[in-house]
């Protein structure tokens, strides 16, 4: 672990953490003031005792099962978790909608296993394909025609669906399963957890020279560094998985709709509903569908119809503020959400320009047709590099109570770490506070 | 495939098929009289169209993808599906309890994955685990002190949880899973779907004499033939897990708290709420509960908050209705499914009764501690054996267009198949029609 750095302060320091926390605390009274709703301050504490709380979570990643945590809240001994991207930052929006996004379900609903069994996902509600649809028409982030619809218990269960579906029947060897570095950090143990003879990890897209049948991992934005991709392998054989769940108007520009053979979203990134576990998979061949299916009825024997009704709520929702915008006061969810994440993006750069110890990935801009003009992507997730003499990112930023993912999990250096952007307004000032404050070893 | 056979009608039968007419009839008068909701010919409907999509479903085991059907209600030539157990029945029950059971979730609630990092399962509702605890205590089916709680998406995903949890770490060769057969059909797709290191389907407990750890599997009251059960290998370094699924006063006596090392339950078959997709498992060992979650998270990232949330309102309006019993207008949950199921085996044994083709197993009564009397056990499917020549019972019924599920897919012989008995009465009652009709070969 790196050694803990005496903090120096200068008035660079204090004008640049000054300005953050202006921003943030208008932003904050901009929008409380128009929640009405009694329950604001509970949800407030609850979301702040989640952070305290998540710090033992994930513990196979982040190792902190045993460290000690004291809820001294500006202090800096409080422990701000970054280490996994939980999207309460929506949550203000949601506040806003009232009633619009509330749903109501009567004891006597949804009770049966099966929604619509001429279906191939005899297990999707109808009104959430609708929503779907319907949503990917409004941002134009997808083709849907032509596409079989696959729910699952999120983008995490269609994404082991699809290495099943995938796998070639009555092979001897499992189908390798690739993804360019850096990659998501959960696709290894996802893809290996059960010593599947179907199918197994084998790495680095980019140094992957075998023949035969592959499968490659495509997550575009990338998780963790925001870039957009494409198939790195490009060999023959090779069956494709992409993955776009942060390809929303908030975190990228809508440059065309996606068109690939099976594609996977996800509530929790796009509207901030990951307490629903939903996503869904836009699959062109039948016969890849009716697998995934399969799957998740040997699986889970489907997937919740509460949260699948309470998705095609919200994502309704999410296309009606689209449609029915018109002023300041009435904005669609992408504005809202893109706003934020503008503003948050903002003041990161100005503390990261400030500081000789860390730097940012650069992206270029490009022409949204959400939104019609030409925007800079801003990533869910910051990929930050140490600079300099900083070996392990992730122990450095520990030590000043900053938990973060380290990039040995992503599949590179751990010079870099992931930290999620999508938390509470607390803890992102909060975090703005500590990295202003670092300024050598 | 059995010949199909010239149906005649005898005076007999007219009088068995009238009296099981007449006890529906009254049924449905005296509940529907009490319902209120605008809907509930819509979900009628909804119900009945079920019926005849559902023939489409469970195709690898039904076989029946390209069957057509006629919509034909009350006739011969119409499908009825009693291969599944789609627990239909209980809808009438929870119609009459309205607002009780009604859950109102507004769009910024449930956006976190995290529920309660300081549980060992950090995505269990607090809420929901409370109701669980009290159900148990007011039912007296299981002891939970000592016990931690994990829930699952349906008790399919805790029962991979738990192979997953006690598979031994680093062992060169999978461990073996059994059952006694009769077993539950999808054990072993489920088992060995995934062509798992870590695990294999290794058939029959009866017949199992391998030495060395192997995990078994106790369905009691077991699912097909609803018999009380105990573990049947009885070696050294068995592991075993309890499915329970059916261990509720309306399908069985409960004459002691279950009190085993690791448990399953699911609303499925206790409230009827298999859209949920909410099961729990009670787990004695604390590892064992950590490995569990952490099979959940990585393959679901949790459970549904949504539904979890409307478990807690369900499992709570049954301890309440249990508690508050003090009249007819007024029974508890399993004192009217204990109704419907006693009414429905005692016309079921009437038919069967009076038939020279079929039969049904016998069950001992015993005292149950949650109705304070003997009870007689009436399973939610009958486990059906025809008699004579008819070697495939599932054909020779087919032919009559009755879908049931063939005793080969439960590990024994075609001459049985399971029919369950959850389904709507409509379906019910056309069953006993068409089985009353059903004379000879």
Redesign the interface.
Known sequence: MAKIPNTVFSLRHFLVLSLALNVSFILRMFYDGEVG?NNSSL?RAK?NN?VH?????MS?TSSLKNSTCKDLTGSKNRIINLD?G???V??RF??Q??D?????????Q?????????NIC?FLEAEFAKEVVRLHRVVGNAVTEGRHIVVG??S??LF?AAL?ALSPNHASQPINVVCASPYYS?YP??TD??????YKWAGDADSYEKDGPYIELVTSPNNPDGHVRKSKVNRSQGLLVHDLAYYWPQYTPISSPSDHDLTLFTV?KST???????GWALVKDKEVAKKMT??IE??????????QL?AA??LS?VSDSCEQENSKENESFFKFSHKVMANRWKQLREVVHHSELFSLSQFSPAFCNFFNRVLEPQPAFVWLKCEGNVEDCESFLRAHNIITRSGKHFGVSPKYVRISLLDTDENFTQFLDRLSTIQSL
Not at 193 to 198: P, R
Not at 298 to 307: A, M, Q, R
């Open positions: 709703h949800n979301a989640n709380k998540s710090r033992v979570v196979s996994h939980d999207p309460t929506y949550e949601w506040r909608t009232g619009k996004s509330t749903i109501i379900i009567p004891g006597w949804s009770m049966s296993y099966f929604s619509d069994v001429s005899w218990t999120g995490s269960q082991l099943y959960s143990s996802m957890y059960l010593k599947s003879g179907l929790s901030g509903h990951a307490g629903m576990r939903i399969k799957f040997l699986n889970t024997i489907g997937v919740s119809k509460d949260s309470r709520k919200i929702a």
